[in-house]
């Protein structure tokens, strides 16, 4: 046997003794390392196998953020279940938010999409499933009424009218058969994202004689597989509605043309001052 015999056959065996161990490995070294090579000799390969390479391990196609957002709405307003005794100053909100107070009549919360795989995804549905129901927040209302125009809402949800599950809903096209608003992505329509990107959906929610407790369901398909995914996740709080109440024990008001702005309502005592809706 020559000396470059001898080098390529100690060669071959190395390297299958490599694959050997990478085979055993890990799943995340398999899913780092079978790529990267891969990249280098097909590249047009590497995306497909960097999306089987996630599939493996687990990694979701479509992932969400999501949070409360009051500031999406025109206004701010919040309320309790217990009568706080607090002075009224702008210390209040906090305050109503360390004792659990949800957004009162519309809430605003706001979800950001990001595809995590090489293709697009799309999203074919968004409805939202109401997980509890129950009689509206009637301790403490927080009222700051509109200073200026809130951001564009994208889609709406009507909670609290009986069924379980509700279609987001938006404004219908000129000519469309939906009289006033159509559910989102109906007609054909639907929402895709590609490699990387994330879409931010604003949320408009009206609660109508409950306090609601509600996540949004997202429908897709990804390489022809359907998936849903559920913001929040199960395990974690979900969003949170209430309507507003026939009356409020207590109630702090911000009106800016005041010289002192924040007053603090007994609603029992301070007869015409409390409110009951917008």
Known sequence: MSQRESQEDIGDKASKNWWQKISRGPKWVIVTAVPILLATAIPGLAPWVVDRAQDLVGGAPLTATASDDPGLEEGQYLATDSALTVPASSNVYQT???????????????????????????????????????????????????????????????????????????????????????????????LYLQQGQSQPIAI??????????????????????????????????????????????????????????????????????CQTGF
Not at 113 to 125: A, H, K, P, W
Not at 130 to 148: D, F, H, K, N, Y
């Open 96 to 190: 109503m938010l360390n004792q659990g107070a949800v957004q009162l009549g519309r809430s605003g919360q706001l979800i950001t999409l990001t595809d995590n795989r090489s293709g697009e995804i799309y999203v074919n549905r968004i409805t939202a499933t109401i997980e509890a129901r129950r009689p509206p927040l009637s301790g403490t209302a927080l009222v700051i009424p509109p200073q200026g125009m809130g951001e564009t809402i994208t889609v709406d949800f009507a909670l609290g009218v009986g069924a379980d599950r509700v279609a987001a809903m938006v404004p219908a096209d000129s000519g469309s058969p939906y009289q006033g608003t159509r559910p989102y992505l109906a007609d054909g329509k639907f």
């Open 204 to 273: 408009n929610a009206s609660a109508k004689s409950c306090y609601c407790e509600w996540r949004v369901l997202i429908d897709y398909v990804y390489r022809g597989k359907s998936g849903e995914l559920v913001v929040p996740p199960i395990g974690q709080k979900p969003f949170a509605t209430t309507s507003w109440a026939s009356g409020y024990q207590t109630e702090y008001i911000f009106d800016e043309n005041l010289q002192e702005p924040w007053h603090r309502y007994v609603c029992a005592t301070d007869l015409g001052k």
